[in-house]
């Protein structure tokens, strides 16, 4: 029986595909077939469980990344989630600029073709890529949120729910902190979740293609990985076929609520069912790591590599109040292990002057809007004792 190459790629540009779509028949050989999504009848089924289908009965992918594009992203994504050859085709008149300004799938090896006798060269030879590793699973910090680039009420409505529904640390990729999520750092943080969690946002929020083509890329590794997830969608939004029955709807913030209930099941019962294997057969360089970008995900690993530094002990004794530097020169991690430090004696109360799913501003508003002067110097007083 011949392997079938499914082929990904956007209708937006015809030029494009049409070479695709000529170079499928052309490359067709006794041993192995090209099946362009559009070839694929779909007549009666959810798109998503037809895509799931295509590519999991695929023996490999070649998805073109011209015209940068969600549907197209989420199924790279689920077949390296799957585990299933990925090769990346772009027509050489495109810009790479797009692709460059998203940060996701540009530093992905991929083959330039000009004609579809360029492609079909490509297409003709083995689809030999090897499977990504897999990390060990995070018990610690065990799920894993996309956050947006705009703190909005729904942002914080969900950052709150993890703490106080789901009850469980968690790591996350905060675009107001680092510009860039890679699809190897994608894929790690996924692979290691036992859930994860993305907003998707309308066409007229910042950055929303962007963040959009993050969470497109992540869900797709999620459902490949079997991994809980959940893409939270407001109820009047239209999104990409692959997507539109595997998100979560919502009509008012007060849904993510429970939302968050049922999600904290499908996490549990993950962590339950999962089972540690002893990682084997890999060469030493792929067992090294070397630490997260934000320290806030390696929050309860810092104490096994964290080095006590001058500024540390100062800052633990009192003699330093502020700390200035660049991203990525430690002051999180300062901040983690003295707060960490001062909670291990129970006479200190520490509060977080940032806490993820609090919003102090508002409080602030509140307090200016609503009460009267005297009942406002009494809870000034009550907070600062």
């Not at 959940?230 to 913030?253: G, N, Y």
């Not at 001062?342 to 307090?367: C, H, M, T, W």
């Amino acid at each position: 029986m011949p392997q079938n190459i499914f082929v990904a790629f956007s209708s937006a540009d015809t030029l494009v595909a049409d070479a695709i779509n000529t170079a499928c028949v052309v490359s067709r050989t006794p041993e192995q077939t090209f099946t362009p999504w559009n070839r694929n009848d779909a007549s009666g089924q959810p798109i998503d469980r037809s895509v799931h289908s295509w590519i999991g009965s695929a023996h490999a992918i070649a998805a073109d990344i011209s015209e940068p594009n969600h549907n197209v992203t989420f199924e790279i994504g689920l077949a390296l989630g799957l585990g299933i050859p990925v090769r990346l085709i772009k027509a050489a008149s495109k810009d790479r600029k797009l692709l460059e300004e998203i940060g996701l799938l540009h530093n992905i090896g991929h083959d330039d073709y000009r004609t579809h006798a360029d492609l079909t060269k490509i297409f003709l030879r083995p689809f030999t890529t090897l499977a990504w590793r897999r990390p060990k699973r995070n018990r610690e910090q065990p799920v894993y949120i996309l956050q947006s680039s705009c703190l909005d009420d729904l942002l914080m409505r969900t950052t709150s729910g993890i703490k106080k529904i789901l009850k469980v640390r968690f790591r996350n990729f905060n675009p107001r902190e680092i510009d860039r999520l890679t699809a190897t750092e994608a894929f790690e943080q996924v692979a290691q979740s036992f859930g994860l969690i993305a907003i998707w946002h309308s066409a007229d929020a910042p950055e929303a293609f962007r963040q959009n083509q993050r969470a497109a890329f992540a869900i797709g590794v999620a459902r490949g990985l079997d991994i809980p997830f959940m893409l939270l969608a407001a109820q009047s939004m239209r999104l990409p076929l692959d997507l539109d029955e595997l998100a979560t709807r919502w009509s008012s913030i007060l849904d993510i609520d429970a939302c968050m209930r049922q999600f904290r099941e499908d996490v549990a019962e993950a962590q339950e069912a999962h089972v540690d294997l002893r990682q084997t057969g890999h060469r030493f360089l792929d067992v090294v790591h070397c630490g997260d970008p934000a320290a806030e995900n390696e929050a309860t690993q810092l104490d096994n590599y964290f080095l006590e530094t001058e500024q540390f002990r100062l800052t633990l004794s009192g003699d330093l109040n502020i700390i200035l530097g660049r991203k990525g020169s430690g002051k999180t991690a300062i901040f983690i292990q003295t707060r960490n430090r001062a909670r291990a004696n129970r006479n200190n109360i520490v509060v977080d002057l940032s806490p993820e799913g609090f919003q102090l501003v508002k409080i602030k508003e509140f307090v200016l809007k609503q009460l009267t002067h005297g009942t406002r110097k009494e809870l000034i007083a009550a907070f600062w004792e």
